[in-house]
RNA sequence: GAGGGUAUAGCUCAGUUGGUUUAGAGCGCUUGCUUGACAGGCAAGAGGUCGGCAGUUCGAGUCUGCCUAUCCUCACCA
């Protein structure tokens, strides 16, 4: 017996060969004369700790780069991290409240001072958190979005655009986030539905008694109302036409307008228009030359030109103006609402739709190549139905916001002097551009950088060229770009992967990837997204110490079909730990073997060919199934492979009876598949596969499972393949048989064999099966038949198996009656579709024939249960 | 408002160009099994009129249309 605990350790063997690998070297790629496999990971926040969303994106990472590894190919998977602008910012600002320092009476120098220590402090976390998890990331490569190499990039980026006509600045509404302070780009609010109040608010018509009411659920800005409008065809309204009314609170007397984008039927067919803080009242302001009246300050406060509660969050403001209006006998009523919220992304915050000036991408024409090449499949989606989202999203493209009101990020390199914008890589270079236009003389102090730094997501959309320094040096970029496949979540395909294919084309006039996989979400139980704020997502390390890496992995990707949804259940790490336990034991067994060479091994040939059949068979199929991504399908059929094929069935027919020894040749190949099996497996599960390649014979300096190589399917045995399965299903036949009759599992059962020439043991070959199956099945063939023999058909073969337990006639006839009612259905069904002509002369040859085929097999099927029923009587 | 997805066993999902009146898997459930690798195990079993209605076809879980339910994306929302 060999001296390996009977439960599987996963802590101290992961530690080992992590260590282990990185010290060979494995992870690091060079450039050279094999077939490139690159992988660029989805950068996490710098700051960030790993999720589950995390462990199912960077397995199936690590299992595609493992895998091309030990395919031959030079796989490299870039790791990295994100500066994160406005998480990071926002952390970083939360963190100084909590001293008590506030952001604002920080110069950007000593800000910055401050988010880089907790940068250094928090940033990288997650990589040593991936380590955990397994991942084979090129870790000499580790890049950072805001490292020198990259930051010169997204600046290069930049003014390229610009020089391309592809930049512009412009004064408009915009998604303002007032906790942050900066403005958001679409992509980056959410909404979802909120209840508020539906307030009715009268407002007095000029010179008269008569009042109008308008329905808002922002009294707040009131103050900023300068109009009302009502539609042109109301006539409700008709007689106001020329007239004014007074603005509540403020008495401002503004003008009655008449617009059709007022919809007669919502609230009171009245509506207030508030240029300064509504998109759609913005462009009517525009439309009938309305003044713009900001009552808000950039934090959300009410600013200076509300008059009343100045410096008062609009939340709180609001409560107010719905009391002051009420006591002024203004409100006509009040109602729930429920309407639709934009919130940041990052901070949460209710937006504000806020005017201002901001620099903007144009994306039409980058847009069009990037769609084309997704539509034409140039570029793969995996699935396939996010090309319809991403087309969705690319004909209504719209232009891309990307300065950003905070200071963590890259700043934008552009000047100002005067009413003019110099675009330079430095100051330097803006100032010669300003003294060409305004002479040497200019006073240089009054050249301003824009003081706003660019969108996080105007670096990583450079990602797949700036891993490889692409903006530097094209030595690298030509070996590994485009990009094998793209890993990621579909929920950033609009943020990040159209982003990304889009620079693609602009710089290297290429697609950035050949495929893209996109996971699905993890989920609870319940459905919900995963997230930190619901405190629904296990701790992923905490996760690995409980089932190892191994099972974490095995979890995460039993119940991740290409693409869709993962309800996290943790039951599934818990069976992903019992088959590292599993394959554990398998290695003790064979590790337990004394080696005999007197052993007869000619039985076990046959045992060896079957299994080597089946591994190849399964191996074609995984082929295929990696194509697919079908990741869940790989795991769920080498699961079934070890646990059913290898162990259940191949190590019990090799195994030597007790007390007895193995002969070397079945050991060593038993140990070859066993091998075979753990490079198979490794890409899914890397430690124990790798534990177990190392205990199962002594391996020379490097010759690892890591670097093995992964086997190619082989010829197979079909004939073997088939009769195995007839084996099978008899075995369970007696095993059933066993069951209902109460047999003893351990007493031998005598077995007649009848003979109608086509069964398996008239076949000399499986003869040594039938001798392993008396051994699996505790049966004893006999030549005679029994005289209290109880029938089993396995297929069309019949057997009689002899126990002595008094036999139940009448249960025994129903049992053969339903049988055979079922057999002659199925009989019927069949020739029915035979004696249609229609369906003979139209269906294919190979068709009509398996019908035939199965016409012949139930007959002979009923054939044998009338028999048996007969001989009942 | 525009677009898209999904509906198969108690639960989560497979079912790959239509071809088994016998629709699979994992988990869960029931029953039986502990000196011999593994109870984190083994064996056996129960459990489904494939959301509904029409249609195409020799043949539909699979294709088409409509309906119902449910989820998602985008836009809008006084």
Not at 720 to 749: A, F, G, H, Y
């Amino acid at each position: 017996m060999s001296n390996l605990a009977s439960r599987y350790n996963p802590a101290e063997v992961e530690e080992k060969w992590y260590a282990h690998w990185e010290y060979r070297g494995y992870f690091h790629s060079e450039p050279d004369d094999r077939e490139p496999f690159s992988i660029v990971i989805p950068p996490p926040n710098v700051t960030g700790i790993l999720h589950m969303g995390h462990m199912l994106n960077n397995t199936v990472q690590d299992i595609l780069v493992r895998k091309a590894r030990l395919d031959g190919k030079n796989a490299c998977w870039v790791p990295g991290t994100d500066h994160a602008s406005i998480a990071t910012e926002a952390k970083v600002v939360r963190m100084l409240r909590e001293k008590g320092i506030k952001k604002s009476d920080l110069t950007r120098t000593e800000f910055l001072k401050y988010a880089w220590e907790w940068t250094d402090k928090y940033g990288g976390i997650i990589l040593k958190q991936l380590r955990r998890l397994g991942a084979s990331c090129d870790w000499e490569r580790t890049a950072f979005t805001m490292d020198d190499s990259r930051s010169s990039a997204v600046i290069q980026a930049f003014i390229d655009l610009y020089d391309r006509g592809k930049l512009y600045r412009d004064y408009r509404m915009v998604n303002w986030d007032p906790e942050g302070q900066t403005v958001l780009s679409n992509e980056e609010v959410l909404y979802s539905d909120e209840t508020t109040t539906l307030c009715y608010v009268k407002y007095r018509v000029e010179g008269s008694d008569e009042t109008i009411t308008i329905a808002t659920t922002r009294p707040e800005t009131i103050m900023g109302d300068t109009a009302i409008a009502v539609h042109p065809d109301d006539p409700k309204y008709a007689r106001l036409k020329g007239q004014n009314v007074i603005v509540p609170i403020v008495n401002r007397v503004v003008p009655v307008i008449f617009d059709d984008y007022v919809d007669r039927e919502f609230g009171t067919g009245a509506l207030k228009i508030t240029p300064a803080h509504d998109p759609n009242d913005y462009e009517i302001g525009k439309r009938h030359e309305l003044p713009t009246v900001d009552v808000l300050n950039p934090d959300g406060t009410m600013g200076e030109a509300a008059t009343v509660y100045i410096g008062e969050d609009r939340e709180v403001a609001r409560k107010k103006l719905i009391r002051d209006l009420t006591e002024q006998g203004l409100m006509e009523k009040t109602e729930a609402y429920t309407h639709s919220v934009g919130r940041s992304e990052r901070t949460n915050a209710i937006v504000e739709p806020r005017l201002s000036l901001q620099w903007y991408v144009d994306m039409k024409a980058l847009a069009r190549p990037a769609l084309e090449a997704v539509i034409s499949d140039h570029i793969q989606f995996h699935p396939e139905r996010q090309k319809n989202i991403y087309r969705h999203w690319m004909e209504n493209i719209r232009d891309w916001c990307i300065s950003r009101q905070l200071w963590w990020g890259h700043r934008i390199p552009a000047y100002y002097y005067k009413d003019k914008v110099y675009v330079a890589k430095t100051r330097e270079e803006a100032l010669m551009l300003a003294e060409q236009d305004y002479g040497p003389m200019l006073d240089s102090h009054d050249l301003k950088q824009d003081e706003d730094v660019l969108d996080t997501w105007f670096s990583s959309w450079l990602w797949p060229i700036t891993c490889f320094n692409g903006f530097e040096n094209e030595k690298e970029l030509s070996y590994y770009f485009p990009i094998s496949v793209l890993v990621t979540g579909w929920d950033i395909i609009f943020l990040w992967v159209a982003r990304m294919i889009m620079s693609g084309f602009e710089w290297k006039n290429d697609r950035a990837f050949k495929e893209v996989y996109f996971t699905g979400m993890v989920r609870d139980q319940q459905r919900r997204k995963m997230s930190k704020s619901l405190g629904n997502s296990p701790d992923a390390v905490d996760l690995i110490d409980r089932f190892g890496a191994d099972g974490v992995r095995f979890g995460v990707l039993s119940s991740s079909p290409a693409g869709g949804d993962l309800l996290f259940d943790e039951k599934l790490c818990e069976q992903g730990r019992n088959f590292c336990n599993k394959m554990w034991n398998a290695l003790r067994l064979i590790k337990g073997w004394e080696v005999d060479n007197s052993a007869d091994n000619q039985d076990n040939r046959i045992a060896i060919r079957w299994i080597e059949s089946r591994l190849s068979e399964i191996l074609a199929d995984l082929e295929d199934d990696y194509m697919n991504y079908r990741l869940s399908d790989i795991t769920m059929k080498l699961y079934s492979f070890v646990r059913d094929d290898f162990c259940s069935w191949y190590l019990e027919m090799i195994k030597p009876q007790y007390g007895k020894g193995i002969d070397q040749d079945t050991l060593d190949k038993t140990i070859r598949i066993y091998s075979q099996v753990c490079t198979m497996l490794h890409p899914l599960m890397p430690f124990i596969t790798e534990e177990i390649w190392h205990n199962l014979k002594p391996r020379e300096e490097g010759e690892d499972c890591m670097i093995s190589c992964y086997p190619k399917a082989s010829d197979r045995d079909e004939l073997l393949l088939r009769s195995m399965r007839s084996v099978q299903n008899l075995v369970s036949s007696i095993r059933e048989t066993r069951n209902t009759k109460n047999l003893k599992p351990k007493e031998i059962l005598p077995i007649y064999v009848q003979d109608n020439g086509q069964n398996l043991f008239s076949d000399d070959r499986f003869h040594a099966i039938l001798k392993k199956l008396s051994f699996i099945s505790e049966i004893s063939v006999v030549t005679d038949l029994p005289p209290n023999g109880s029938s089993i058909l396995s297929d069309n073969e019949k057997y009689f198996l002899q126990y002595d337990v008094e036999i139940d006639l009448d249960a025994e006839k129903a049992r053969i009656l339903s049988d055979l009612e079922y057999a002659k259905g199925f009989v019927a069904s069949v020739q029915r579709k035979l004696s249609n002509d229609k369906f003979v002369n139209n269906a294919p040859e190979q068709v009509v024939s398996k019908e035939r085929k199965k016409l012949a097999d139930g007959l002979e099927r009923v054939k044998i249960l009338e028999e048996n029923l007969t001989a009942l009587q």
